[in-house]
């Protein structure tokens, strides 16, 4: 069974969050979802979360994918903690996957994952960095290598599908969208 790791912040977009682990748990595929900080997590419209472990205490584990949320200021925090950094470069150098949606992707960027790669974010927010070789994409779902990006709240079902279909195949991924009943 795939693993998947969730670092949630403080002030992080809970649509895209709990989107996220729902359909993944849906799919068979083990979550855990990690505060940066002891406790509780509000979100960015005052859902509080409550992560399953502090992301120090799965800093040494093996994961499949790393999946980051966005919203403000969470993915800000996430940008500003270094032990994110250093688990998406280890991701990306084992050849797992990294994933992050909204505001997120500019971490991505931040820890050098984008760099001659296809990517898209919420309108704006790569657009703001000195990406020279980051192909910026209007898609709901970039897919490059085993970078997945995605925009924001509206886009979060098809890149949680997205990502199932990547570390379940697409039978699960059909399986699980079934489910959805969407148009």
Same mark, same amino acid.
Request: hydrophobic residues 45%; contains cysteine.
């Given at each position: ?29 083990? %979550? ?25 205490? %799965? ?26 950094? %250093? ?22 960027? $931040?820890? *050098? ?7 898209? $974010? ?27 990006? $995605?925009?924001?709240? *509206? ?25 959805? %009943?969407?148009?």
């Amino acid at each position: 069974m795939a693993r998947v790791l969730i670092p949630l912040a403080q002030g992080c977009e809970e649509l895209e969050a709990v989107t996220v682990i729902d359909l993944l748990r849906r799919a068979g595929i083990e %979550v855990v979802t990690a505060g940066l900080e002891e406790g509780p997590v509000t979100c960015s419209r005052g859902v509080v979360l409550l992560p399953d472990t502090r992301l120090d205490e %799965v800093l040494d584990e093996d994961f499949d994918m790393l999946v980051l949320p966005g919203g403000l200021p969470g993915a800000d925090h996430l940008d500003n903690d270094e032990r994110i950094k %250093v688990l998406l470069r280890r991701m990306a150098e084992q050849g797992k996957y990294t994933a992050a949606i909204c505001a997120a992707p500019k971490v991505l960027a $931040s820890a *050098g994952l984008l760099e001659n790669r296809r990517a898209t $974010s919420y309108p704006g927010v790569l657009d703001a960095l000195d990406l020279p070789r980051t192909h910026r994409l209007n898609q709901p779902v970039v897919v490059d290598a085993g970078v997945i990006t $995605s925009r924001g709240p *509206g886009t979060a079902m098809d890149f949680a599908l997205e990502l199932i279909g990547q570390l379940a195949g697409e039978e699960q991924r059909q399986a699980v969208e079934s489910g959805l %009943v969407r148009p």
